[in-house]
């Protein structure tokens, strides 16, 4: 069996240090990684729990020092506590947060579980990503980016050579007009979010856009909530919404399950949610939006309060039997393989109004809280226990390192 080393950061610790609610929220709580170390632990695996970069540092400077002074010139483990690392951590501060442990063990050529540094960076930030899918032509809403010019960073649009405009000039509408998909995204509604958020996190009562009177005041919204970070702005897809679970790496990779999101307009009219109300703003009681439309994508206060269930349900679907989550599964695979991710992970996807399968975004990392995250679920509704999910993503992960086998019969 493996030592295993489980990196993550838990946002109590975070809190703990005077973080908001909000800047934690990608974090992982105690539960999740409970379920993790229980699992690893149950399949016969030593783990060691690390809590942060910092932390994994100190193992890493406690190894090079052991190393010095130690003659033998036997190096199988370099002195760490670990064989390999099963990687949890999102990271904390800059747009590449979640490739920053997994760039350092890289370096380090420390072996990992789930996408490599470059693919984690990528799928962090939802505009380049959609550059690549575009290249692989793999569908994706047309888009432009909102530059947020209080940013000390250089987050001004990829895909132009235009410099920032200021926000007092109509970013949205020049963001629109510097787009290569500008004819596009003269249609309404448009959706707009945070460029390099997960989580649903900047997604808000008034992201879906209407008309062009709403365009400059929604993007607006989103940037004093989130200053300095550029905004994605794309055409909203009507279709149905789906989740794709998937475990494997490049060719091994393959569909664990498709779970359906439906939102449920007869429980958005009979609870109201703070935050999740008219599109032009109320107290929060009204669970409808604008002229009695109901909710129809997942929003930041939705989940936040702990009222998923309200507003959606999950439903497991079957793509043998069902045309539209088979393209779902198809969609989704593709994509996972173009973009790189590895070992597990999610895709999510939506259905235009022409009926095409269009790839929203990426979870490389996905949450494995035991009995409650999307692809422990997902893999239960394929009749896989949750140690079977945690070992088919170890196995994934070993086909890079193939020294570790040998190394798991030794100890």
Known sequence: MLRIAVIYELQSDFLALGHSADDVRDMNDERSVASVVSGLESLGHTVL??????????????????????????????????????????????SAREAQIPGLLEALRIPFTCSDAAVLAL??????????????????????????????????????????????????????????HAAALTKYPLFAKPAAEGNSKGVLPSSKIRDADQLETSVREICQRYPGRPILLERFLPGSEYTVG??????QARVLGVTHYRYLEQQQQRRGVDGVDGVDGGDGVGGSQEG???????????????????????????????????????????????????????????????????????NPLACLMRDYSALPRIANNAGW???????????????????????????
């Open 246 to 251: 998937i475990v494997g790496t490049g060719a």
């Open 123 to 180: 799928c962090l930030d939802k505009a380049r990503t959609k550059m690549v899918l575009q290249y692989h032509n793999i569908p994706t809403a047309p888009f432009a980016l909102v530059p947020n010019d209080d940013d000390d960073d250089d987050d001004s649009d990829p895909s132009s050579a235009e410099p920032r405009r200021s926000p007092t000039t109509t970013p949205a509408a020049d963001a629109i007009a510097r787009s290569p």
């Open 292 to 362: 009695g439309e109901g909710l129809d994508f997942m929003m930041d206060a939705v989940k936040t309060q702990g009222v998923i269930g309200e507003y959606v349900t999950q439903e497991p679907t079957d793509p043998s039997t069902d045309a539209e989550a088979q393209s779902a599964a198809d969609t989704a695979l593709a994509a996972y393989r173009a973009i790189g991710l590895r070992d597990a992970g999610r895709v999510d996807v939506r259905v235009d109004e022409k009926g095409v399968v269009n790839v929203l975004e990426f």
């Open 385 to 411: 226990a949750y140690e079977r999910l945690l070992q088919e993503i170890l196995n994934s992960a070993m086909r890079r390192y193939p020294w570790l086998s040998g190394r798991r019969r030794r100890r």
């Open 49 to 94: 729990r690390i809590g942060d970069f910092k932390t994994l540092l100190r193992h890493l400077a406690a190894a090079a020092d052991d190393d010095d002074d130690d003659d033998d010139d036997d190096d199988d483990d370099n002195g760490l506590p670990f064989d390999m690392v099963f990687n949890l951590s999102e990271g904390m501060y800059g």
